[in-house]
């Protein structure tokens, strides 16, 4: 336990009596609940910073605010070992294809947090050609941090709000321990505009009808 006794007594189901005795050495609590505290307790996120929020997240982990104090302090460079994707900056167009592709390279479970506002909807650069208005446009996203760009303590609100959500799960009905294979989220495609797959069949009927509308229209004297 890294809290002591007050770690122990977190776990404890207060509708379960205990002795007051034991309480620092015993705790009666659900499967759900501390495997949810380990997790939760537990955060590796994935470095990959995209613009001047990342230097805010670096400052996150430095000793000033240290980010291990609350279990997310070993940021890996490889999706294989991390379970965090933090969405820290400008998101290009040009970018949204490798995030979505290393999203999918991430094992179950797996969370993601936007940072700031670039992240979250576009920002200031939102009417810009190259930018992405969100990245929950193509991944999904359970923690939003806001601030253009946010401080290394909202930062960490983020990550303890997304321990409360963690926490608030539970192994019957998580996506990742159910029957069947996952479905991968689709790679957006890089033309003249961005591309969402999902999104194709609405595209290809509005570039036949755009087709027929020209084609019948009268030409100019």
Known sequence: MTNGDSGLKALHNPDIPVPEELQSTI??????????WCRARSMWPLLFGLACCAIEMIAAAAS?????????????PSPRQADLMIVSGTVTKKMVVPIVRIYNQMAEPKYVLAMGACASGGGPFK???????????????????????????????????????????????VPWYRSGESTAVPIPLLG?????????????????QAATQ????????
């Open 27 to 36: 705790a009666i609590t659900s499967l759900d609940r501390i495997y949810n």
């Open 64 to 76: 000033r605010y240290d980010i291990s104090r609350f279990g997310m302090e070993v940021m890996r």
């Open 127 to 173: 009417e810009g050609y190259n930018v992405v208005s969100g990245i929950d446009k193509y991944i999904p996203v359970d923690v939003y941090v806001p601030g253009c760009p946010p401080t290394p303590q909202a930062l960490i609100h983020g990550f303890l709000t997304l321990q409360k959500k963690i926490e608030s799960q539970s192994l019957r009905t």
């Open 192 to 208: 003249p505009d961005i591309i969402d797959p999902r999104q194709a069949d609405l595209i290809r009927r509005q570039a036949v």
């Open 214 to 221: 020209a084609a019948t229209a009268p030409s100019e004297a």
